[in-house]
């Protein structure tokens, strides 16, 4: 029933009255918390989703009262449930979300989900760090906040395969076409990155990092920004990546691009 009022909001919310809006709101935060897993993901992308429909009075209260709130000595499925719709509600309305209002709140808030102890919030942060990264791509020409990207790099690095997984998963996606390429400084090191990953022994984690250096080179559109690049990358790093474009970077970026789809709230 969630996953169905999700589209349904995604289809049709703008015509929702403004009475039933209220009502459904007020039940998506209290299901936040939710302790079934599948449960509480699914009201995160209702809520999430419905942020896009929200009046300006409605979307304040949501994000200051719940999703940007603190979450000091809260449980951690209710600030996993608000990481959740806050991700949701950057990738389906970044203009709102990211407004200059709520600006440095929301980055600070997903920067903060990220580095979370429990693994499930820093997975929807960096997911939210994902969204970001591409609403930054397509506003600012290819230029991202620094802690943005530093904190994609240290995801790279983490021990956890399942945080360098997400990382390299949200940096593929929001590096597909039409996007315009990074800015070759701010791309340099999250490409060094993304290089010693394709050692690394899980097969996962370095099939990923595959996918996702061939597109934030933009490889299947040409070799010119991996020529630029590569005129700014250091020996050992230029020897990586000429070795991962013979190994396999030049087969995959002839082939099509994956559809995976990369919002774990729309439940399959």
Not at 203 to 211: E, F, H, I, L, P
Not at 254 to 260: K, W, Y
Request: net charge neutral.
């Amino acid at each position: 029933m969630l996953q169905a009022l999700r589209f349904v909001t995604q289809g049709a919310g703008a015509k929702v009255d403004a009475a039933v809006r209220k009502n459904i709101t007020t039940v998506l935060l209290g299901m936040l918390g939710h302790d079934e897993d599948a449960t509480r993901t699914a009201s995160a992308g209702c809520l999430g989703e419905l942020c896009a429909f929200l009046t300006e009075e409605e979307l304040s209260h949501v994000l200051h009262n719940h999703l940007l709130a603190d979450v000091s000595g809260i449980d951690w499925m209710v600030r996993h449930g608000r990481s959740l719709a806050l991700s949701v509600a950057v990738n389906v309305a970044p203009g709102r979300v990211c407004a200059p209002k709520y600006f440095n709140s929301v980055h600070e808030m997903i920067f903060s989900n990220a580095t979370a102890d429990r693994i499930p919030i820093a997975i929807s942060g960096i997911r939210g760090m994902g969204f970001l990264m591409k609403h930054h791509i397509e506003a600012n020409a290819g230029n991202l906040p620094p802690k943005l990207s530093n904190l994609f790099i240290k995801c790279l690095q983490n021990p956890s395969s399942d945080i360098k997984l997400v990382a390299e998963k949200m940096i593929w996606w929001a590096n597909k076409k039409p996007l315009p390429p990074l800015d070759p400084q701010t791309a340099k090191p999250i490409l060094k990155a993304l290089l010693d990953n394709t050692k690394d022994k899980n097969t996962s984690v370095r099939a990923y990092s595959d996918q996702a250096i061939v597109n934030l080179l933009k490889m299947r559109e040409g070799e010119e920004v991996l020529q630029s690049i590569s005129k700014i990358l250091d020996v050992a790093s230029l020897e990586l990546l000429n070795e991962s474009c013979r190994r396999s970077l030049k087969k995959l970026a002839s082939q099509a691009d994956s559809v995976e789809q990369i919002d774990d709230t729309i439940l399959t």
